[in-house]
Structure formats: C-alpha cells, structure tokens
C-alpha cells in the first residue's frame, strides 16, 4: 500500500512528457529521427487489447486465442493519429506553417485535430464528393480546418493533393510520408508489450491505403533485426471485395515484392485497366474504398517479410462482422471490421488454426460512421435498403431491434417482460 498520496501522483507525475505519456513517443528509442524537445503528442496510442471470445467464437476461434487491437480509442477515433503525431512531429522540425492530406476522412479528422490542438500549422484536407461519412466530416469542420471538398473520389483527392502541395510548398500528411508510418509501427510495439512481449501466430489488418500494413511489416522486420524478438507473425491484409487492387495483384496475379523488383508492368497494365473500363472501388468500408493503393510497393515487402496472405471481404460479410465486434461492447466502424470477417474468413479455409494467438486491428471508432450501424440494425426496410441494400447487402444476421411500443405504461413493462432477458 502507497503511504502518502503522492506516490499515486509519482505515477501521473511526468505525464507532460511526451515520452512517458504518448503510446508512440515512450518508444522513442525506435523512432530516433523525432528530436527529443520537438515531439508533438494529444495523447495518442492509449489503446488496448482486448481479448475477445465473442468475435473469436465468431470466427471460428478456440477461446482465448483472438483478441482485438482498439485503435477506435485513439484521440481523433482512429489509428491515425499514430502516424498523424510522428508527422506532425517532422513537419514541426521543417517548420511548416501549412498541412494537408487527401482523406477518406480519418487522415482529415486527425490532421485537424492536431492542427488545432496544438495551434502549429494551419490544416487543409482534400475530401471527395458524398463518399466521407458523417462523423468524419464533422470532425474536420469541427476542429476548424480548410476543407476542400473535390467533385471526385478519394484517388481524385489524393492525385490533386499532391500537384497542389508541390507547388504551393505544403506539407503532406498522407501516407506516402513514410514518417507516417513510422508512428504506426508502435501499434505492433503495443500489441507485443500487451501480450509480454510474446510473438502471436497472426496480425490481420484492413488494407486501403496500405500504409499500416507497410508499417507493421517493417516494424516486426527491425525488431528482428534488433533482436528484441526472434520470430515475426504472418500478416493477413484484407480488403473489401469492391476494393481489391492489392488481392489481385497478389493472390490472383502473383505479383510478389521480388528483393525490390516486383512485376511492374503487371501492376500498370492492372491500373491502366481499371481506368479504361471505369472501374472504381465501391464498399460500405470507406476507409477503404481505394483503387490505387499508394504504399502498394511497401506493402508487397512487408508481405514478404511477414509471409503475408491477402483475401477480400463482402459488405455483408463486413456488416455482419461489425455487428459482433459492437456487440463485444466496443465498436468499430465498417473498415476495422474487415480484419474479424478477414480471420473468419481464414479460419474457414483452414490457414489460420483455431488455436493459433491472433490479433485482429480495429483501425477506426464505431461512432465515425453511424449511419451504417442503424441502417444494419434497423426496422425500416427503406432505410436498410438505401444504406446497404444498394451494395448487395440482404439480411442484418446480427442485427438489434428496437421494440416499437405504445407510448403507455402497462405496454411498456409488457415488451420488457416479453423482450428482456433475466440478467
Ligand atoms: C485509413 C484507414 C484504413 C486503411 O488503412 P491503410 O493504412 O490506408 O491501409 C482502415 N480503416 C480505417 C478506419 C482507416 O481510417
């Protein structure tokens, strides 16, 4: 027992340092490109793992073998602000005045909120046109950043971001910042810490933009290297089945990282494809609603490193995914959901055995996208129809109704009785 109540306070005593406080900077030793006085932290990486029986039995697991990385808890809602403080970190040593990202609308709510946390640099964030959901957005415009949003999709944003930053002499904040990246190696540091430093058998992660996949590949690649761990667990990147580049390219085409000679011409005749017949990617997980993946080089090696599979998820299977997570009592949103679909998906074909240690990452909060968790659990077929109906989506396997009741007492207790458990 402590003796004085100060020695509770010993332990909050040097929260202002980035370097005990930060989920990121406290593994500064890994990070050493930040100078020490110019780390830029709003508290992020404060997350935890979960062991998880319900998504596990979900998915086919034995219990206590999955478990789940809340990345949702972050402070703007998603992994990004992993990447987004180690970013911001560099832009702040450059001396930045101005940010900018093309986003799907986490990489904005980030980017902002750090902006105008901290008051160092003004944010301008790229958005494409009705694909951001709500939460996103009202994040951005909350937090008071110049918001550009592009008659076009995210590729659009991102193509046009890039031209614009060249010229205008801003700092880009997307994913092809490899300091991005780096920030983003820590959720492995913390998945291994919270697992005492023991390997698990499996990291699986949703796949848009590729840069957390990239990160945690190199992540597992160093500490080998460093000899800190002795064995790197086999990464799944899963994409959604109406954004599958990254699938293609390495299940269907067999196009590998090669010792840095993938097969280029492969992927440019794929891309060139895809704008000759129109295609453009179209899932509920906008997250990760990406043609052309940016760290698609990156990950390939990080797939190498780790001995990487790729598979696709539907919507439904994403929803229905979903549905499990929140009902764990920790939601995410339609992209993070991904990962669970991607375990169970991978269980059922045999490569992941039902007791092998697997950790699922759960990039993005479950309030960012509300309007397809009600649509999932409503009783409005119109409304189901509208959100989820339109991509193929046909039942709601896990869905929670509301019970509509007459606004009168005795009706009241009777649904109770009738719908509520003896808990
Ligand atoms: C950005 C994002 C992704 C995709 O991550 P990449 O690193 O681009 O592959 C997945 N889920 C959520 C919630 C995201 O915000």
């Not at 992941?352 to 409005?380: F, M, N, W």
Request: overall charge neutral; glycine content about 10%.
């Amino acid at each position: 027992m402590p003796s004085k109540l100060a020695e509770f306070e010993k332990h909050w005593a040097q929260r202002d340092d980035p370097h005990s406080f930060s989920g990121v900077w406290r593994f500064h030793d890994l990070l050493p490109f930040a100078p020490r006085d110019k780390c830029v932290t709003v508290g992020e990486g404060q997350t935890l793992l979960h062991q998880s029986d319900g998504a596990g039995k979900y998915a086919g697991m034995k219990l206590g073998r999955l478990f789940l990385q809340y990345e949702g808890m972050n402070p703007s809602g998603s992994f990004k602000d992993n990447g987004m403080s180690a970013a911001f970190t560099h832009a702040r040593t450059v001396g930045a005045r101005r940010a900018a990202c093309a986003s799907t609308g986490n990489t904005s709510a980030s980017l902002a909120l750090y902006c105008s946390v901290t008051r160092l640099m003004q944010a301008v964030i790229f958005v494409g046109s009705g694909k951001i959901a709500f939460g996103k957005l009202s994040q951005a415009l909350d937090y008071g950043a110049l918001t550009v949003q592009i008659a076009g999709d995210f590729d659009d944003a991102m193509a046009r971001v890039q031209e614009i930053t060249k010229e205008l002499g801003i700092y880009l904040v997307n994913s092809v910042n490899p300091f991005r990246l780096e920030g983003q190696k820590t959720i492995m540091l913390r998945v291994l810490e919270a697992l005492r430093w023991e390997t698990p058998d499996w990291i699986i992660v949703p796949g848009g933009n590729l840069g957390n996949s990239s990160a945690f590949g190199k992540a597992f690649f160093e500490l080998k290297e460093l000899g800190l761990i002795d064995r790197i667990p086999r990464m799944a990147v899963i994409n959604a089945t109406g954004a599958r580049t990254l699938y293609d390219l390495y299940e269907e085409q067999g196009v590998r990282w090669n010792e840095g000679k993938p097969n280029l011409p492969a992927v440019d005749a794929y891309c060139q494809d895809m704008d000759a017949t129109g295609r453009r990617a179209s899932t509920i997980a906008s997250a990760i609603e990406i043609n052309r993946p940016v760290n698609l080089m990156k990950c390939l090696r990080a797939l190498q490193w780790t001995n990487g599979v790729v598979r696709h998820v539907s919507d439904q299977e994403i929803l229905d995914a979903k549905a499990q997570v929140g009902a764990g009592g920790m939601g995410c949103e339609p992209a993070s959901a991904a990962s669970v679909a991607g375990a169970k998906r991978l269980v059922a074909e045999g490569v992941i055995s039902p007791d092998e240690r697997v950790v699922c990452i759960l990039t993005g909060h479950q309030l960012k996208d509300p309007k397809a968790t009600v649509a999932y659990h409503t009783t409005d077929q119109q409304q189901f129809n509208e959100v989820l109906g339109s991509r193929g989506v046909r039942r709601a396997a896990y869905a929670n109704r509301a019970v509509a009741v007459a606004n009168d007492k005795d009706e009241i207790i009777k649904a109770i009785r009738l719908y509520g458990s003896n808990m």
